[in-house]
């Protein structure tokens, strides 16, 4: 069973930085659309940034654009997510969303803590 595991949430401070990263095994990770997306306490999912399979083309929600960066390694089956110039309402749960088969194939992780203090 394909079950991504994210890992490197934690607590900082307001302007701070995290990476998130997250692994999975047992597919061509190649082959696959990888997102983070996230949850707040009380809302819905955000989709956060995504990179496609093949040209690796990036998209961001307008709430992150210039401060967080999604990049992919292929040949170790991870993705991550830099945060930059963190701000409160970026708190959230984090997951990792790996999509592919013309969206048949639908992995989600367990999800990683972002807590950012004021």
């Known amino acids: 069973e394909v079950q991504p595991v994210e890992s490197g949430g934690g607590l900082v401070q307001a302007g701070g930085s995290l990476r998130l990263s997250c692994a999975a095994s047992?597919?061509?990770?190649?082959?696959?659309?990888l997102s983070w997306v996230r949850q707040a306490p009380g809302k819905q999912r955000e989709l956060v940034a995504t990179?496609?399979?093949?040209?690796?083309?990036?998209n961001y929600a307008d709430s992150v654009k210039g401060r967080f960066i999604i990049s992919r390694d292929n040949a170790k089956n991870t993705v991550s997510l830099q945060m930059n110039s963190l701000k409160p309402e970026d708190t959230a749960v984090y997951y990792c969303?790996?999509?592919?088969?013309?969206?048949?194939?639908?992995?989600w992780g367990q999800g990683t803590q972002v807590t950012v203090s004021s």
């Open positions: 969303n790996v999509v592919g088969g013309g969206g048949r194939l639908n992995y």
């Open positions: 047992g597919l061509t990770f190649s082959n696959y659309d």
């Open positions: 990179i496609t399979r093949g040209r690796g083309f990036t």
